[in-house]
């Protein structure tokens, strides 16, 4: 015997009267009633979409991978690039991100313009393949203001409700292959352990496919670091070494996982051009996209070697042992020191960031550099005293994202 369908009905005032009343008791009813529910997902989705104008991208293959929030992941950042190897047209609409979203990292080049008129995004697409843009004015507004009261009203992890905002910014664009890079940790937004998440992972793809939309998440493991840059400016810095082809271990470890999230996402016959793109290739790319919205590869060259130069403080390790990164504590600890400078005139503050010496798990002996810091001479001694017990601190046993020893 078939389930009974869900009465959705209820989310029809926000098609009607979207005010911020209305989207609070919506939020609320979702998150009480419906916290893992296809329908409501997919309805929530298209009134979302709807709100405002759409975008019809050209091309065969419209694709973007989203992902699901958390710090030191680049795949918002390199999965586009990826993508765009492949020959996926990528119109990319995000909102900012807590501590360091794609488009905010993208903020902090010189004349990169991340508010775009529907016009201006059209433009770039069909010219440059690939725009990178917030969910502000014409593109789902409603969204937009939904995802501000869902943070303050601590709803930002009802499957539901992420299911159907990030849907909704496929709606919008066009994007018919939607990949997914679902951060899986304990202060994940959805899916705070493996079976959470994969569970939540089938709500996206039964949504997009009731959508009509080929959806492709993944599980990635949140509860390490995925690289060794934390911070806006500091993910720059792990592009250029990308670009470069000068990366660690550890962060080519994760380009691989990225390049794994577009693939995943591509039609199959697309997927050789992806897997065999150079570095070269992906600088290509991104600085055609830094070109069509306002900016220049010579401006990505100067913030990077800015901060190269600015990261003048050190966090030591406090005795022998593994290293060990509180993610949960650092990305609390961004935030808190983005919000001491953030204002209209600096919607996307970066006064803090660091570089990661050694990846989870390592061995160090006490009194070795653990990490490079970037902070105002005003705070430095303040933001290292708090890295100290954060980032500083090794642990007895080792840990790390494909091991965890047991205190028997």
Request: charged share 20%; glycine share 8%; aromatic share 6%.
């Amino acid at each position: 015997m078939d389930a009974p369908m869900t009465d959705t009905r209820f989310l029809s005032a926000l098609r009607r009267n979207p005010s911020d009343d209305v989207i609070r008791e919506a939020i609320a009813t979702v998150a009480s009633q419906f916290p893992r529910n296809t329908a409501v997902a997919a309805e929530l989705a298209t009134i979302l979409a709807a709100s405002g104008e759409r975008l019809s991208a050209g091309g065969a293959v419209v694709a973007d991978v989203a992902s699901t929030g958390g710090p030191a992941s680049l795949s918002t950042l390199l999965a586009p690039l990826f993508l765009r190897a492949a020959g996926a047209i990528v119109p990319k609409l995000g909102v900012p991100g807590r501590p360091a979203g794609g488009i905010d990292c993208l903020a902090q080049i010189r004349g990169y313009r991340t508010e775009l008129s529907l016009r201006e995004i059209e433009e770039i697409v069909n010219g440059s393949g690939y725009a990178h843009f917030l969910a502000k004015g014409e593109m789902a507004p409603l969204d937009g203001r939904m995802f501000k009261l869902r943070q303050a009203m601590n709803a930002q992890a009802v499957p539901s409700l992420v299911t159907g905002s990030l849907l909704s910014k496929k709606l919008a664009v066009g994007v018919k292959h939607a990949g997914l890079d679902i951060r899986v940790a304990p202060h994940g937004n959805f899916g705070t352990d493996r079976s959470a998440a994969a569970a939540n992972a089938r709500l996206f793809s039964d949504a997009a496919r009731a959508l009509g939309i080929d959806a492709s998440p993944v599980l990635t493991d949140a509860r390490h670091p995925y690289q060794p840059y934390l911070g806006k400016r500091e993910s720059l810095l792990a592009l250029d070494d990308i670009f470069k082809g000068a990366c660690s271990p550890w962060l080519a470890g994760h380009v691989e996982t990225c390049r794994a999230l577009a693939l995943a996402c591509l039609p199959s016959d697309l997927r050789a051009k992806a897997a065999e793109a150079s570095p070269a290739e992906l600088r290509r790319h991104f600085d055609d996209n830094l070109i069509a919205q306002g900016a220049a590869p010579d401006d990505f060259d100067a913030v990077v070697r800015d901060t190269r130069r600015e990261h003048t403080g050190h966090v030591l390790a406090a005795h022998d042992g593994f290293c060990f990164y509180r993610l949960d504590l650092l990305r609390d600890r961004l935030i808190e020191w983005q919000g001491m400078f953030r204002s209209e005139q600096m919607p996307f503050p970066d006064p803090v960031g660091l570089v990661l010496l050694a990846p989870p798990g390592q061995w160090v002996s006490g009194g070795t550099p653990i990490a490079t810091v970037r902070a105002p001479e005003t705070l430095m001694a303040d933001v290292i005293l708090k890295l100290d017990e954060i980032v500083g601190t090794p642990t007895s046993l080792p840990s790390g994202p494909d091991f965890e020893a047991i205190d028997g």
